[in-house]
């Protein structure tokens, strides 16, 4: 395959931006979809159906599917490259240089974190809700309940009142805030919409829209937790 | 001051090396770090050993042929300084110092502390250059050039191509040192006509010859002694895929 997106260093970093960049967005759309029901759970289950077995939730869900394997895809074969790059023979002794965040260099390990965390999540969620619609059904049982596909709410009271979960949980949204400090700013960079005025921008809206992502997605857990302890819901 | 070196010695490229500990004795501060290799280089020679090579030329800090990763720095403790511009006051007395050659699959070591930077030539050749024939320097102002675009690219063309960037890359990238050739040249008319043939030319050799892929951890900026900017990186990000795009 002839095609710099393959071929050469900066094409496969494109990819990767690219790649990232669209996946923020819809990390942005799934949490400001979640913070629905902390108010609603009428809702956050009318958003659910609308996002169920439909032609475009299918296509935007195969979309997404595609997106994570590309990037991960793409984050092996540059990890792999880059090892190669320094390599056999390492330096016995390693000092932090100063300015580097430690996120910028354990991207594949937060990566890795992160993917676990969405395996779990899409068996937690997913594969209650939406894959039960296209094998045909309409509920299915969790923890000795028939819970319907449409009702993200009873899945999500469910889920998080295991403390088990909300720290597993919590645990992957850390991964995921320091994946995106870093990421965030990083997909300008390797795009070329980057210099040394905007930098400090930059690197503000990353802990911004990293920060904004952790909140949002760590209050919903949080408080369906404290509602399941107090027994409210 | 007194030091303990833990210094790695190897015979050439294809034996193996390892770290041999050496003491030096008496040094004074306002020694620089080279001369105080030069003093445990005369040490060995009077005791009938073979000295420890390293590379170094100038010694002002303007030729680049200095290198060294001391105490897991690239050009050891200080900022924007290459090793000969290090003095032995930035250590205390009683210090251990581990002197390391640059690692890097496209920097093999020759011998000791003395590695093979040609891969950089090798980049340079495939494109960081003007191609036409500009004969005699011009008067100074026939072509005007902005003061913002001359600064930028004096200040890219301020790389002494040392391999600095490269050796303290986690992933072994030279993308700091390609990025500063081609913004040097892409900021200025002369350069600015073969600004697509080169970024092209040049990110597919360095590919070529095994370096690394850039994820902008900032470390080769952190480490440059010339304090180049990443942002030279962006532009040649911008130069390359505008290149590819209109392919």
């Known amino acids: 395959m002839n095609c710099f997106l393959y071929n050469s260093s900066v094409g496969k970093k494109l990819v990767m931006s690219i790649s990232g960049c669209a996946l923020v967005l819809f990390i942005i759309f799934h949490m400001s979809m979640n913070l629905t029901a902390l108010f609603s759970a009428e809702a956050y289950n009318m958003i659910c159906e609308l996002l169920g077995a439909?032609?475009?939730?299918?296509?935007?869900?195969?979309?997404?599917?595609?997106?994570?394997?590309?990037?991960?895809?793409?984050?092996?074969?540059?990890?792999?490259?880059?090892?190669?790059?320094?390599?056999?023979?390492?330096?016995?002794?390693?000092?932090?240089?100063?300015?580097?965040?430690?996120?910028?260099?354990?991207?594949?390990?937060?990566?890795?974190?992160?993917?676990?965390?969405?395996?779990?999540?899409?068996?937690?969620?997913?594969?209650?809700?939406?894959?039960?619609?296209?094998?045909?059904?309409?509920?299915?049982?969790?923890?000795?309940?028939?819970?319907?596909?449409?009702?993200?709410?009873?899945?999500?009271?469910?889920?998080?009142?295991?403390?088990?979960?909300?720290?597993?949980?919590?645990?992957?949204?850390?991964?995921?805030?320091?994946?995106?400090?870093?990421?965030?700013?990083?997909?300008?960079?390797?795009?070329?919409?980057?210099?040394?005025?905007?930098?400090?921008?930059?690197?503000?809206?990353?802990?911004?829209?990293?920060?904004?992502?952790?909140?949002?997605?760590?209050?919903?857990?949080?408080?369906?937790?404290?509602?399941?302890?107090?027994?409210?819901? | 001051m007194n030091f303990t070196l833990k210094i790695w010695r190897q015979k050439d490229a294809k034996s193996k090396g390892a770290f041999e500990t050496y003491k030096v004795t008496d040094i004074s501060a306002d020694t620089s770090f080279l001369e105080m290799l030069d003093i445990l280089n005369n040490n060995l020679v009077h005791e009938g050993k073979d000295p420890v090579a390293f590379d170094h030329d100038c010694r002002e800090g303007i030729c680049g042929m200095c290198s060294l990763h001391i105490n897991g720095l690239a050009h050891g403790p200080g900022q924007n300084a290459t090793t000969c511009q290090i003095y032995m006051r930035k250590f205390k007395d009683g210090d251990t110092i581990t002197i390391e050659p640059w690692r890097s699959a496209a920097f093999p070591v020759i011998k000791d502390l003395v590695v093979n930077r040609g891969a950089y030539d090798q980049i340079l050749q495939a494109g960081g250059y003007v191609s036409v024939r500009t004969n005699s320097v011009p008067d100074a102002n026939a072509i005007p050039i902005p003061k913002a675009d001359a600064d930028e690219s004096m200040d890219a063309a301020a790389c002494v191509g040392c391999g600095a960037c490269a050796a303290t890359c986690k992933n072994g990238s030279a993308m700091l040192f390609v990025a500063a050739r081609v913004s040097s040249l892409a900021k200025l008319p002369q350069g600015r006509v073969e600004g697509a043939r080169r970024a092209k030319a040049m990110v597919a050799k360095m590919d070529e010859l095994g370096f690394g892929n850039c994820t902008n951890t900032g470390a080769c900026q952190a480490e440059c002694p010339k304090g180049i900017s990443i942002a030279h990186i962006a532009r040649l990000n911008r130069e390359f895929l505008a290149a590819k795009l209109q392919d």
């Open chain 1, 54 to 233: 439909n032609w475009y939730a299918l296509v935007g869900t195969a979309g997404l599917a595609a997106l994570v394997v590309v990037h991960f895809v793409y984050a092996l074969i540059l990890s792999i490259n880059n090892y190669r790059a320094r390599g056999a023979q390492r330096y016995a002794v390693e000092t932090k240089e100063p300015g580097v965040s430690w996120a910028s260099k354990n991207m594949l390990v937060l990566g890795v974190i992160v993917l676990v965390g969405l395996l779990l999540h899409l068996s937690h969620f997913w594969a209650k809700m939406q894959l039960v619609e296209i094998l045909g059904g309409h509920e299915s049982e969790v923890g000795g309940q028939m819970i319907a596909a449409t009702d993200g709410a009873a899945l999500i009271q469910y889920t998080f009142s295991k403390w088990y979960n909300v720290v597993l949980y919590l645990i992957w949204f850390v991964a995921l805030w320091f994946h995106l400090s870093h990421g965030v700013w990083s997909m300008f960079q390797t795009a070329g919409f980057a210099n040394d005025t905007w930098y400090p921008r930059l690197k503000c809206l990353a802990n911004i829209v990293s920060t904004l992502i952790f909140l949002g997605f760590a209050a919903v857990v949080v408080v369906f937790f404290i509602k399941a302890q107090c027994g409210c819901c």
